[in-house]
């Protein structure tokens, strides 16, 4: 779980014909992005997360930030390169180094739902520290019932047991997320979305790779494994270059609030395909506990005010 997710004021077409390119697009955010966490957590549990992490936005940065140089697109300012690295610790570093990490330890299917929180730890930022958005107790309602959510998911209890650090590691990876998503619209940052999208993963992606050699994954170098290495060509290319297109597309023909609707989907997504193909198990509570974070996410997108989204 699409790179800078940010979400701006991007014109929309005004034509009424029927455009087949539309769903297609839709299902692109929705399943292409669900199944991240699947990929993450297969590729993970052979190549150490840092450096999956690393390499995934190393290249998928760098081909998304080329092609927008080739397509003549001018690069960002030295004071837009210090907002784009700001953002890029926050966005790239922080949120997925924690949530590659985690998911060592969570199955596939959990994280996505704790990702679903992303929203929430947004309006949340921005209603309550960085006062963007004005008090209401709607937001509030929505904000308690999702993170009901993620508490009642992991509480003791019954058959099914979650690592309960790894799991709060990828909240806190949230956070940072939301923080970066918040930051950003007050920092200056180039016109086009993809541009900036890709210099945040290239740069994200070159300081989790110098923290997979700090912390001594590349000692040895890791040996990837065709299983492995599929599952990291999918994260790159229909993850971070795929999805995103698909995601960039929609936001300059659709509005905001149901291009977003994949921040609702995509833990459905990565709930069943844990289930069906990894053998992932799924409990009531957990169905319940991740129908609570979901709601919790749709009453806050179907909100009046626009709210950042993100790309897995």
Not at 168 to 185: K, P, Q
Not at 186 to 203: D, F, K, N, Y
Not at 225 to 253: D, K, N
């Amino acid at each position: 779980m699409a790179h800078s997710e940010v979400i701006g004021a991007l014109p929309r077409s005004r034509g009424r014909r029927f455009d087949a390119r539309i769903p297609l697009a839709f299902m692109a955010i929705y399943f292409l992005w669900g199944a991240t966490f699947l990929a993450i957590r297969i590729a993970v549990l052979e190549i150490p997360p840092f450096f999956t992490a690393g390499v995934r936005f190393l290249v998928a940065g760098g081909l998304l930030y080329g092609f927008m140089r080739l397509r003549g697109q001018a690069g960002p300012s030295t004071t837009e390169w210090r907002s784009i690295a700001v953002t890029a610790l926050c966005m790239f570093v922080a949120t997925y180094g924690a949530l590659f990490w985690a998911e060592q330890y969570v199955p596939s299917g959990i994280a996505s739902v704790i990702e679903a929180t992303l929203p929430i730890t947004t309006i949340a930022l921005e209603v309550f520290i960085f006062r963007q958005q004005p008090f209401r107790w709607t937001l509030l309602g929505a904000v308690a019932l999702g993170f009901c959510g993620v508490s009642w998911l992991l509480m003791k209890g019954g058959p099914q047991q979650f690592a309960a650090v790894p799991c709060l590691v990828i909240v806190a990876g949230g956070i940072a997320w939301s923080l970066g998503a918040v930051l950003t619209r007050s920092l200056p940052r180039p016109r086009s979305l993809a541009l900036a999208a890709g210099a945040q993963m290239m740069l994200g992606g070159a300081v989790l790779l110098a923290l997979s050699q700090l912390t001594g994954e590349l000692d040895p170098f890791p040996h990837i494994s065709l299983r492995a290495g599929l599952s990291l060509s999918y994260l790159i290319v229909g993850g971070s270059l795929l999805g995103f297109t698909a995601y960039v597309w929609l936001l300059a023909r659709m509005p905001v609030t149901r291009v977003a609707s994949h921040a609702y989907v995509n833990p459905v997504v990565g709930v069943a395909l844990g289930y069906f193909v990894a053998g992932e198990a799924i409990t009531t509570r957990m169905i319940l506990a991740s129908l609570l974070v979901i709601a919790s996410v749709f009453l806050i997108l179907s909100a009046p005010a626009d709210l950042d989204s993100r790309s897995r």
